[in-house]
């Protein structure tokens, strides 16, 4: 069984172009997290997902960023008009849905953005 | 807002003995508690998780917990070079959805 997969695992763009990072979540996990690191810094949440619904998006920037789960298909989050501060690594986790769900989230392998 | 503080180190210690990692929170609500490990340019992975008052005990690893004091702690016994890495520690409160918040984390530095 796979776990959380992201991919790209390496993501280059020039400033002002597009980035898309997709992320697969473990089988039977429908709550996808996705988060933002820089060097020698700690994870900063972004956004939070189930599947069609943005549940928490409070570390989402404002302009430019946005994300959606679909029914279908993997995680997806979208960087219009990338500037050299996006360059982090992106982290997708995943956890279990169910009732009283303590459940723990599992981290993708994460995906390098560098802007050029 | 909910906070998780962790002290970010470095914390040295020698191989073979006890690291003791340290996190307070700060909403009274939270129920489920977490603890990874992240190695430089790596995801960060589960290494625990305890959900009541006291102590879990899982190989090297034991994780405490004391709800009134709001804190719950990750010791290391036998510490060994590979355990240096940084380590997460990260709180649920399954009365807030289903969103987790991760402490900046505490980095660990084992002295062979």
């Known amino acids: 069984n796979a776990g959380v997969m992201q991919n790209p695992r390496h993501l280059v763009r020039r400033r002002g172009q597009e980035a898309r990072l997709r992320c697969s979540p473990m089988k039977g996990h429908s709550h996808v997290y996705w988060y933002r690191q820089l060097p020698e810094e700690g994870l900063k949440f972004m956004v939070y997902?189930?599947?069609?619904?943005?549940?928490?998006e409070s570390g989402m920037p404002k302009e430019r960023f946005s994300a959606e789960f679909p029914k279908e298909g993997p995680s997806i989050l979208r960087i219009q008009q990338v500037v050299r501060g996006d360059s982090a690594a992106y982290f997708c986790?995943?956890?279990?849905?169910?009732?009283?769900?303590?459940?723990?989230?599992?981290f993708g392998d994460g995906t390098r953005l560098s802007i050029l | 807002q909910k906070e998780v503080e962790q002290n970010s180190g470095p914390l040295s210690v020698p191989e073979g003995a006890i690291a003791s990692l340290n996190c307070t929170y700060s909403d009274r609500g939270s129920q489920s508690f977490f603890w990874y490990r992240q190695y430089s340019g790596k995801s960060p992975e589960l290494i625990m998780f305890i959900y009541s008052n006291g102590d879990k005990e899982d190989g090297r690893f034991t994780a405490q917990l004391n709800k009134a004091s709001q804190y719950v702690s990750l010791l290391i016994r036998d510490s060994q070079p590979s355990d240096s890495a940084t380590y997460l520690c990260?709180?649920?409160?399954?009365?807030?959805?289903?969103?987790?918040?991760f402490g900046p984390g505490t980095r660990l530095s084992v002295l062979p």
């Open positions: 997902l189930q599947k069609e619904n943005i549940i928490d």
């Open positions: 990260a709180v649920k409160d399954e009365n807030y959805g289903q969103n987790f918040v």
């Open positions: 986790a995943s956890s279990l849905s169910g009732t009283g769900s303590n459940q723990p989230q599992h």
